[in-house]
Structure formats: C-alpha cells, structure tokens
C-alpha cells in the first residue's frame, strides 16, 4: 500500500525560512515533488508545481522560487525535502507531496496526472 506523508509547515514572518519532509512507501518512486493549491482555487485539479526532482537527477523549480527554494531527496529512501528560504506571502499555500513510480510519466514535466500518489498536504502560511 503507497503513503505519503507530508510534515513541516507553519506560520511565518516574510523573509523567514521553513523546510518541507515528505516521506512515501510502497515503491521505489523515480519521481518526487511539491506542489501547491492556487490561491482561490479549491479543486485537486487546480494545483501548480513548485519543484521536482527525479531518479536521473533532473530538477525543475517554479520560477518564482527559484533561487529561494531548494528540493532534494533525503537520505533515508522516498525522502523528500524542500528548504524555502526568504519566504513571500504570496507562498502561502497549501503545499502537497508527490510521487510516482514510472520515469517516463512523470520525468520533466509539471502534469498532475503524471504523479499517481500525494498526501494529504500540510500548510505554509506567510505573513507580511
């Protein structure tokens, strides 16, 4: 059975700093990724990508994080972290974990369908 668990939002002050886990089982995922709800949007279909990364090593991140934001697989397996730092109000959000575990789905690309498996999401609120 595949879970995935994300842990580590909060409430902050815009300039500050948060770190984002993710932990999923039931595979060995080639890909991982945050993404996040869109302001005003409350659909599952309505969610942007933030950063991803892959079992080539492939990484993309949003352009409005990049620079800020840094995703890395842990080292304990199917970890995930993302370091935000000089966070904005406008990153509030909720933020959810994704995975799969087919590289040619879901390598290099921000499509929600390539991600089979997320988590409930944990929130990220940033005060101005």
């Known amino acids: 059975q595949v879970h995935v668990q994300e842990s580590g939002g909060g409430s902050v002050q815009a300039g500050r700093s948060l770190r984002l886990s993710c932990v999923a089982s039931?595979?060995?995922?080639?890909?991982m990724g945050w993404f996040r709800q869109i302001p005003g949007k409350e659909r599952e279909e309505d969610r942007e990508?933030?950063?991803?990364?892959?079992?080539?090593?492939?990484?993309m991140y949003k352009d409005s994080v990049k620079g800020r934001f840094t995703i890395s697989r842990g080292s304990a397996r199917n970890t995930l972290i993302l370091e935000m730092n000089n966070l904005k109000p406008e990153d509030s959000s909720m933020y959810y974990c994704?995975?799969?575990?087919?590289?040619?789905?879901?390598?290099?690309?921000?499509?929600?369908?390539?991600?089979?498996?997320w988590g409930q999401g944990t929130q990220v609120t940033v005060s101005s």
């Open positions: 990508g933030v950063a991803t990364i892959d079992s080539n090593g492939r990484i």
């Open positions: 994704a995975a799969d575990n087919w590289l040619p789905r879901c390598e290099g690309t921000w499509d929600l369908a390539a991600y089979n498996y």
């Open positions: 039931g595979y060995d995922f080639s890909c």
